[in-house]
């Protein structure tokens, strides 16, 4: 490659990491911001904006309140998303392909459609608004992420080994509990970490489906009708550090339990 064509890229790369990061780091400063008021020049600084997060009741409960509907979601999720994968993976049977089809396709629907669609469907059903009602939507929009990612692993397990197992004597269930599942432990923790993350940060559909208790991204939403301010950039900034930790923990682990499988 010429050394004008690094260059080049070198530079496209530089600024598509400024264009992505250089909003989050103003984020985070305005947090730091001795003012009432978001904008430059920054006379002053200040750690109050974020001790207040840690001393306010409201937002410790929304943010255990929208992690208890992630966990949730995740666990759902996660049952559904691996059944489906192992009843479509390396199989041929009529209605395969309408059985994939409908599971993918609630990662296809544009939020705002899928979180009218279940408003009206809950409310035909019975189901309240409220964490039951947004559990069961962050679930089935996360089902297709963890059918895809199961099946993607379950399509490089060596069928020798469950050979051998079923030659040793092991039933159907035995085989699975011992070899398949076991093979499959990196992505099922890897499509759960992204599925928490996604309904930790979903805002449409716990919008919709929510009642009076608010999820961390409507309680950031509700506080900016009033204007913006360094306390919701604070809020911001944790729930971001968070989020990042553990998708950076999660990418870690699940690499190095690749590697030892």
């Not at 001795?34 to 904006?49: E, H, N, Q, V």
Request: proline fraction near 5%; charged fraction near 15%; aromatic fraction near 14%.
């Amino acid at each position: 490659m010429f050394r004008g064509n690094r260059i080049f890229l070198a530079c496209v790369y530089w600024a598509f990491v400024l264009y992505v990061f250089v909003p989050l780091i103003l984020m985070v400063v305005m947090g730091f911001k001795d003012s009432k008021f978001i904008g430059f020049p920054i006379r002053s600084w200040t750690l109050d904006w974020y001790t207040g997060v840690f001393a306010d009741a409201e937002v410790l409960s929304t943010f255990g309140y929208s992690l208890a509907i992630a966990v949730l979601a995740t666990l759902v999720s996660v049952l559904v998303g691996t059944w489906i994968a192992v009843l479509l993976e390396g199989r041929r049977f009529a209605g395969r392909l309408a059985i994939f089809g409908l599971t993918v396709l609630p990662a296809l629907v544009p939020g705002i459609i899928s979180a009218i669609a279940f408003r009206i469907y809950a409310r035909w059903l019975g189901i309240e608004p409220g964490m039951g009602a947004i559990v069961w939507a962050h679930a089935v929009h996360n089902v297709p992420f963890v059918a895809l990612v199961v099946m993607a692993r379950l399509s490089t397990l060596p069928r020798s080994q469950i050979e051998a197992a079923r030659d040793l004597g092991a039933d159907p269930l035995i085989s699975f509990v011992r070899i398949t599942l076991p093979y499959l432990v990196p992505a099922i923790l890897g499509a759960s970490i992204f599925c928490l993350l996604l309904s930790f940060d979903d805002f449409v559909r716990s919008f919709f489906l929510g009642g009076y208790d608010p999820t961390l991204p409507v309680l950031i939403f509700a506080k900016l009708r009033s204007g913006m301010s360094p306390e919701i950039n604070a809020i911001a900034t944790v729930a971001l550090v968070l989020t990042a930790a553990i998708g950076i923990w999660a990418e870690r682990f699940t690499r190095r339990l690749n590697k030892e499988s």
